[in-house]
């Protein structure tokens, strides 16, 4: 028999259906006759057919037509909201954002599993973990050793000895001994207090991913957490439901206390949850509905569960991947800029680059030969060019390599610090068992995630930077040969030319937000803490910067595959003529003015996805494995 899940105020019904052609205005009176009954005055309804009520989807707060068959509109075990017209009794849902989160759209969840054990994770897991591919389970090692983690704390808390955030209070109150009656109420207090964020709620994905990365550190067996509050948080985590986690707040010090607070307080049933089916709810009626227990913490969970450099790790694991992608994307890109404005290949001619050996000039320069005209790929646009009297190109296409091969570096190296960051302990005090000892210390400092972050930021700015300089010389006709703007009837169109104007501002706003967060510092926790990595901002600008970098690109690949239009019935290589493709496979060519932001949101959708690199990576790692057997063996014959 097919069930749903109503909710109305504060509570949660399951509502059986024994017939699904009934219509959703029956499930509203239904769940309301429920409600009433189980309430000792009614609930302060006196007639539920008098009732006047609008449902709606939990899931994006759709409305639903009360005339509409179940069977229509729902499916089993799916959740509905009930609001009471005029009630003042109704609690506050938090409106769903559309284009916040790829889970809402069609979740689905996943068969898979990801084994953590605190120190195998990748960035690319963590971010995979975010997308919903995996679920999660322990290793039995890992298992192991958060035993005998609680084991030590246990025997602490029973012999009555004084340690900091387990008998103390925390911060400036570390000297305060707690009863141990109140051990309990004072981990459930610091996580009460600390959940002090401001701003809009991390995305479903972004929100997953911090929980996994704080059940990933857990799982190392140096926090003191209990296998059973670690299981919850574990299932939890599968079933999506997340806690209402504020974006703003962490001074990335004592760890990200603020947003692993507000994590920590939906896993208690309290403050706000989310999760597919339900939507935005209060966090015990979310965790209720998906039969899920809150966790009850014992001496020093609360702490374990909040100190942690989580927030900066799993937003900058997040940077460094996207970083990752568009960095290889951009080298296909100018690839086809340089197509269109008739650039010559010579200046990426290997024994120029051996002069200079730094791995990501190498590398991009390998990248541009393998799409470029040559022997393997014969470009016909090349060749229309090839006697011309133009002895080198300007340096946002020649010094493509220099340029975009140090923001690869800077990817590596920061890629190197947050998997690092990924699987370390960042708790405190640390419980080591087999010295049978905890020792405060300060691994939870956000610096190195902070500093890194930053550096990340000005690194792939430089990538949008150079790219714009790329699209003026695509859009200005005393620079590429080609129409003004790139569309024919100028002045009746204007093709391009706010294209352009809104690169311009996306890279002027990168210049601001390079500037580093992490050389600000301010005292906090009366000078408890009184030097801070601000590694939370750093996390979130480099995000930004990212977008923007990625929104940059996507109107030079509109721009680029639009000047191609004008060099018809030339072709480019075979590799970029494949780009071309798929880029027209979304957006077609610009014969006159039309509303173009949907058309950038498409490519950007393709960079994103990695649809660009995907078609032409075959080519050049055929190019590359080419080269390798030359080195090794000779020229082939």
């Given at each position: 028999m097919p069930r749903y899940t109503v909710h109305i105020r504060d509570e949660w019904l399951a509502v059986p259906c024994r017939d699904p052609?009934?219509?959703?205005?029956?499930?509203?009176?239904?769940?309301?006759?429920?409600?009433?009954?189980?309430?000792?005055?009614?609930?302060?309804?006196?007639?539920?057919?008098?009732?006047?009520?609008?449902?709606?989807?939990?899931?994006?707060?759709?409305?639903?037509?009360?005339?509409?068959?179940?069977?229509?509109?729902?499916?089993?075990?799916?959740?509905?909201?009930?609001?009471?017209?005029?009630?003042?009794?109704?609690?506050?849902?938090?409106?769903?954002?559309?284009?916040?989160?790829?889970?809402?759209?069609?979740?689905?969840?996943?068969?898979?599993?990801?084994?953590?054990?605190?120190?195998?994770?990748t960035s690319t897991d963590l971010v995979n973990l975010g997308r919903g591919l995996y679920k999660i389970k322990l290793t039995s090692e890992a298992e192991n050793g958060v035993v005998k983690s609680r084991e030590l704390l246990d025997t602490i808390v029973k012999e009555n000895k004084v340690v900091y955030g387990i008998t103390t209070g925390f911060g400036k109150f570390a000297r305060t001994v707690i009863p141990v009656h109140k051990l309990k109420e004072l981990q459930e207090n610091l996580v009460r207090s600390h959940s002090a964020g401001v701003g809009n709620p991390l995305s479903p994905e972004r929100t997953r991913m911090l929980l996994a990365l704080r059940i990933n550190v857990l799982a190392k067996g140096y926090s003191g957490i209990s296998l059973e509050t670690l299981h919850r948080m574990i299932q939890a985590f599968n079933a999506s439901c997340l806690s209402f986690v504020p974006e703003k707040g962490t001074v990335g010090a004592s760890g990200d206390l603020a947003p692993l607070s507000h994590l920590a307080l939906g896993l208690m049933g309290e403050g706000k949850m989310w999760s597919p089916k339900s939507g935005w709810a209060d966090a015990k009626y979310v965790l209720e509905a998906h039969g899920l227990k809150p966790i009850s913490l014992k001496p020093k969970e609360g702490l374990a569960l909040i100190n942690g450099t989580q927030m900066i790790t799993s937003l900058g694991a997040e940077a460094v991947e996207r970083a990752q992608a568009i960095a290889r994307q951009a080298d296909i890109i100018a690839a086809i800029t340089l197509e269109v404005l008739k650039g010559t290949s010579k200046a990426f001619d290997s024994d120029i680059h051996a002069l200079r050996p730094h791995p990501g000039q190498i590398e991009v320069a390998m990248r541009f030969r393998a799409l470029l005209d040559s022997?393997?790929?014969?470009?016909?646009?090349?060749?229309?060019?090839?006697?011309?009297?133009?002895?080198?190109?300007?340096?946002?296409?020649?010094?493509?390599?220099?340029?975009?091969?140090?923001?690869?570096?800077?990817?590596?190296?920061?890629?190197?610090?947050?998997?690092?960051?990924?699987?370390?302990?960042?708790?405190?005090?640390?419980?080591?068992?087999?010295?049978?000892?905890?020792?405060?210390?300060?691994?939870?400092?956000?610096?190195?995630?902070?500093?890194?972050?930053?550096?990340?930021?000005?690194?792939?700015?430089?990538?949008?930077?150079?790219?714009?300089?790329?699209?003026?010389?695509?859009?200005?006709?005393?620079?590429?040969?080609?129409?003004?703007?790139?569309?024919?009837?100028?002045?009746?169109?204007?093709?391009?030319?706010?294209?352009?104007?809104?690169?311009?501002?996306?890279?002027?706003?990168?210049?601001?937000?390079?500037?580093?967060?992490?050389?600000?510092?301010?005292?906090?926790?009366?000078?408890?803490?009184?030097?801070?990595?601000?590694?939370?901002?750093?996390?979130?600008?480099?995000?930004?910067?990212?977008?923007?970098?990625?929104?940059?690109?996507?109107?030079?690949?509109?721009?680029?595959?639009?000047?191609?239009?004008?060099?018809?019935?030339?072709?480019?290589?075979?590799?970029?003529?494949?780009?071309?493709?798929?880029?027209?496979?979304?957006?077609?060519?610009?014969?006159?003015?039309?509303?173009?932001?949907?058309?950038?949101?498409?490519?950007?959708?393709?960079?994103?996805?990695?649809?660009?690199?995907?078609?032409?990576?075959?080519?050049?790692?055929?190019?590359?494995?080419?080269?390798?057997?030359?080195?090794?063996?000779?020229?082939?014959?």
């Open positions: 052609t009934y219509t959703i205005q029956w499930l509203g009176y239904e769940a309301l006759k429920r409600y009433t009954k189980n309430k000792p005055d009614n609930g302060g309804i006196n007639a539920v057919k008098d009732i006047r009520f609008v449902a709606r989807r939990c899931q994006g707060q759709g409305l639903l037509d009360g005339d509409d068959t179940i069977e229509d509109v729902l499916e089993d075990n799916d959740f509905v909201e009930i609001a009471i017209e005029g009630d003042t009794m109704s609690p506050d849902f938090i409106p769903y954002q559309p284009g916040v989160s790829h889970l809402t759209a069609a979740y689905r969840e996943s068969d898979d599993n990801l084994f953590l054990d605190g120190n195998s994770l022997d393997h790929h014969p470009s016909e646009i090349a060749e229309s060019h090839r006697f011309c009297d133009r002895v080198q190109d300007a340096y946002t296409m020649r010094c493509c390599p220099q340029v975009h091969g140090i923001v690869n570096d800077t990817i590596d190296f920061t890629q190197k610090i947050i998997n690092t960051e990924i699987n370390s302990a960042t708790d405190n005090p640390m419980v080591f068992a087999e010295r049978g000892e905890t020792i405060s210390g300060g691994n939870f400092h956000g610096e190195y995630p902070a500093k890194a972050l930053d550096f990340l930021a000005i690194g792939v700015h430089e990538l949008a930077a150079i790219s714009e300089r790329r699209i003026e010389r695509l859009c200005n006709p005393s620079l590429s040969e080609l129409p003004a703007f790139l569309v024919n009837e100028g002045g009746l169109n204007s093709g391009f030319m706010i294209a352009h104007c809104t690169a311009a501002s996306l890279v002027s706003e990168n210049k601001v937000l390079c500037h580093p967060s992490s050389v600000d510092s301010l005292s906090t926790s009366a000078a408890t803490e009184d030097h801070v990595s601000m590694g939370g901002w750093a996390a979130r600008k480099a995000l930004r910067v990212v977008e923007h970098v990625e929104q940059v690109l996507a109107i030079e690949l509109l721009a680029a595959c639009q000047g191609i239009e004008f060099l018809r019935p030339l072709r480019t290589t075979t590799p970029l003529e494949k780009v071309y493709d798929l880029v027209r496979s979304v957006v077609k060519p610009w014969i006159k003015d039309r509303f173009m932001s949907p058309d950038i949101e498409a490519v950007h959708r393709l960079l994103l996805d990695q649809k660009v690199w995907n078609v032409a990576q075959p080519y050049i790692e055929k190019y590359n494995m080419e080269l390798l057997q030359i080195e090794a063996c000779g020229p082939i014959k």
